[in-house]
């Protein structure tokens, strides 16, 4: 059976990921199953990149050019979704634990009346993520609109991240805050 998902992946799902793909760097590695893309978003991966089963990636309606960049050997875990309506940059070297989800906007206008009649966010209320160099978000990790993570900086696992994140900084919690104290003692 382990053969033959090989087989599917290699001869099926890649190209055809491949060939939804802006650009891809060597060395792409996947597995499981095909990736949900849904939307027009384009997708750029670098260089020894490796997504895992369950890779999603959807876009709304707003902007003509929604971007996804996955710099140089980043790694995604099982069932990563990105909701990309403007641009959402993963810097290289940066690994993303598995259930996490990334997103650009709330997937709704704040406007009620907006929200009733089924129309998309607001042009304003969408803004760009970016996620430094060697990063690591944690499995169940949510990361907002408008956020940066600096390099290096560490997300502890199932935290909410809606506010900018230095360089370096280790954090958690919902919203994620600084961890302090931690480590040997």
Known sequence: M??????????YRYPLFVS????????LSMSGKFPHI????RIYIG???RIQAGFTVSS?????????????????????????????VVGAGTHIG?????????????????????????AEDILP???GRNVRI??????????????????AMKSVVSYDILPGAFVAGNPARPVIGQGPG
């Open 20 to 27: 939804r793909c802006a650009q891809v760097g060597r060395n």
């Open 60 to 88: 709304g309606r707003t902007f003509d050019d929604p971007t996804l960049v996955l710099e140089d050997g980043v790694i995604l875990g099982e069932r990563v979704v990105f909701s990309v309506n403007r641009r959402v």
């Open 129 to 131: 993520v970016s996620i």
């Open 38 to 41: 849904t939307g027009h978003t």
């Open 138 to 155: 944690g499995s169940g990790t949510y990361v907002t609109k408008g956020v940066t993570i600096g390099d290096g900086a560490g997300i």
């Open 98 to 122: 598995s259930r996490c989800y990334i997103s650009d906007n709330d997937g709704h206008p704040r406007d009620p009346e907006a929200r009733v009649k089924g129309l998309p966010p607001a």
């Open 2 to 11: 382990r053969f033959f998902q090989s087989v599917l992946t290699r001869f």
């Open 47 to 49: 260089e020894d990149v």
